[in-house]
């Protein structure tokens, strides 16, 4: 099986293994064992949670260096409606596209305008009346966490590509029609927010490959556009993506452009798999779709931008208080319909299964349960594990032992002292003394 490439990486010199890391992962994706950290890829879900709160900055996500777009002889960026709440003093939007285009792209396209055409393929979706709620396929994390955790609601996600993906295909299109060169020669860059998005870069969702070329951090890209902002003396006329589109930039845009009433948008991962659980459980029936964002605030609060999430939020809203646009100018063609489409299926992707044999994977879990109703089941992250459930999977993997639990630990080494007492006590363990010659 082809790895799973993932994003978040962590830079093991920087590690100091103080836990923090741990007890925040969704997933339980990370261990510290022998004093670092490791991640375990098979649970990773790029949220980018353990970036946020390593104070030591161990855990960065792999992006693309800007000067990889010169690889192509024809470079577009995809820019996202988060990039425009980054700036302050109300920013026009055509002076950010304009200014991206200055640092050497030849065109830009705006995923909002993408995103509007999700919207419409989604009105078609929703059902009337429905046991279980539709769930935005958007968000990238919530994808595979939904793959890796809640198997049962993949048949609940939409069944279409996320606005990045669509976005560069309808770029791509536009470009080959306007400049008749090889698709090859033409490179496709999303200005990312998070590091999820990264990684449905090189493992896409719906389709075998994805049309974009590479991912730049949107923070990277900021820290570009600010002197080349102050350099421009006019603004292109570039902006085209309409109220609806940018407002997918923070939680609730999406689920707003529906116009639908029954629809609830929950941001932040950990509400995430509250709202999840509910759903699986059948406690969210009167619900027609559920938006469901990784990061707090929505795309504006990803790891990858500038801006505090809040701030970005209110910045947005006053971007979408100063734009007239109507929607996307793209007719709502069959080609289109077809387009945004998945035309592979998701399927579960089980983490980590105990054993590969039924009987001995049975064997092992009553072993794992065993183990973990002798542990004190305090949660404390001690052992290096996020939970002692956690801790006892490890043993049974043979990845740990029950000795990395502290207390245990201080029960062995409390039996032991009494050992030698006892020992001492029958004189063992004095040696053989003899007078000293003169």
């Not at 820019?79 to 792209?105: C, E, H, R, S, W």
């Not at 669509?166 to 990312?192: C, D, S, Y």
């Amino acid at each position: 099986m082809k790895p799973y490439f993932h994003s978040v990486t962590l830079d093991r010199e920087k590690c100091k293994g103080c836990t923090n890391c741990i007890k925040r992962c969704p997933t339980e994706a990370i261990r510290v064992r022998d004093g670092k950290a490791k991640i375990i890829k098979e649970r990773c879900i790029d949220c980018g949670e353990c970036i946020r709160v390593c104070p030591y900055h161990a855990k960065k996500a792999t992006t693309d260096d800007f000067d990889r777009i010169f690889d192509f002889k024809y470079r577009i960026a995809l820019v996202a409606p988060a990039m425009y709440a980054q700036f302050k003093d109300k920013p026009d939007v055509n002076a950010i596209l304009t200014g991206v285009k200055a640092l050497g792209f030849d065109d830009v396209f705006e995923v909002a305008r993408a995103a509007e055409l999700v919207t419409a393929a989604t009105k078609e979706l929703m059902p009337a009346d429905a046991s279980r709620p539709l769930i935005s396929s958007a968000c990238p994390a919530v994808m595979r966490l939904i793959r890796v955790r809640f198997p049962d609601l993949i048949p609940n996600v939409v069944p279409l590509l996320a606005p990045i993906e669509l976005g560069a295909w309808l770029a791509k299109e536009r470009a080959i029609i306007a400049t008749g060169l090889n698709p090859a020669e033409i490179g496709v860059f999303f200005i990312t927010p998070c590091a999820a998005k990264v990684t449905s870069a090189y493992v896409p969702i719906g389709v075998e490959s994805s049309l974009v070329d590479g991912c730049i951090a949107m923070k990277d890209m900021y820290l570009r556009l600010l002197p080349a902002m102050k350099r421009l003396t006019r603004y292109e006329n570039l902006a085209t993506a309409g109220l609806e589109g940018i407002a997918w930039a923070k939680n609730g845009g999406e689920g707003s452009a529906l116009n639908s009433e029954r629809y609830i948008a929950v941001d932040g991962i950990w509400n995430v798999i509250k709202v999840l659980e509910e759903v699986e459980n059948g406690k969210i029936d009167d619900i027609v779709f559920v938006e469901a964002s990784a990061c707090v605030g929505g795309c504006v609060g990803g790891p990858l931008t500038v801006e505090n999430a809040f701030v970005a939020k209110t910045r947005i809203q006053s971007v979408l208080e100063n734009t007239s646009l109507a929607p996307s100018p793209y007719l709502w063609s069959d080609e289109i319909k077809n387009a945004v489409k998945w035309r592979k299926p998701v399927e579960f992707a089980p983490v980590m299964t105990l054993d590969g044999d039924m009987v001995k994977a049975m064997r092992k879990l009553e072993h794992l349960e065993a183990i973990y109703e002798q542990l004190p089941r305090l949660d404390c992250g001690s052992c290096g594990a996020p939970s002692c459930h956690a801790l006892a999977e490890d043993i049974v993997r043979g990845f740990a032992r029950e000795t990395d639990c502290v207390f245990k630990l201080r029960e062995r080494v409390k039996h032991l002292a009494m050992e030698m007492v006892e020992l001492e006590g029958q004189g063992f363990g004095q040696g053989n003394k003899t007078p000293k010659q003169s």
